[in-house]
């Protein structure tokens, strides 16, 4: 009997501890923080890292989450939305970089507040995108497409153009750094 209470009272001291230790170090706040936003807002966020408008230590952005390290300890992970799949594009000339997951923060492109023909096609010819895009100061275009399909991109530039087949499932990258006009 006594041995029960012992184990009791030191299994409680363990669950106060870990659960002062979370409240203290904020780690229930790492979880997926995306349940108090719509998808309209997170896309503004994603939005507003890229063009530096929000800061942050880093924010990267995966087929399916933007991940936020601010300037302490804190991060932050927010789901995004379910049907939409954010793509990065930084077509060049001269200089490129190896990238898969995008982030907002830190890559850079070599052509920076350039303006571009931009065509997004889906596997059946349909058009999904056909507009003058401008490039920002990071020197990427910034696409919402529709998740789960195979897209063909053709981005033009001074009479040079850049083709590509890219595709929007889980796990695919969001960062195409590929796209040399020629």
Not at 17 to 43: C, N, R, V
Not at 91 to 118: A, D
Not at 148 to 157: A, K, P, W
């Amino acid at each position: 009997m006594k041995r029960n209470t012992i184990l009791a009272a030191a299994g409680f001291i363990v669950v106060a501890a870990l659960g002062s230790y979370f409240l203290i170090t904020g780690q229930a706040d790492k979880q997926t923080e995306s349940k108090a936003l719509d998808a309209q807002s997170i896309k503004q966020m994603v939005h507003d890292y890229s063009v530096g408008k929000l800061t942050a230590k880093s924010a990267s952005i995966t087929s399916s989450h933007l991940i936020v390290d601010g300037d302490t300890a804190d991060s932050k992970t927010y789901e995004l939305p379910k049907d939409e799949f954010f793509v990065s594009i930084a077509p060049y000339e001269n200089q490129t970089h190896p990238c898969e997951i995008h982030s907002l923060t830190g890559c850079r492109g070599e052509m920076t507040e350039q303006e571009f023909q931009v065509n997004v096609t889906d596997a059946n010819g349909n058009t999904v995108l056909d507009q003058k895009m401008t490039s920002q100061a990071n020197g990427f275009i910034d696409l919402w497409l529709p998740r789960n399909q195979t897209y063909r991109i053709q981005v033009s530039h001074d009479g040079k153009t850049a083709e590509s087949e890219i595709s929007t499932f889980d796990g695919d990258q969001t960062c195409i750094t590929s796209l040399q006009l020629s």
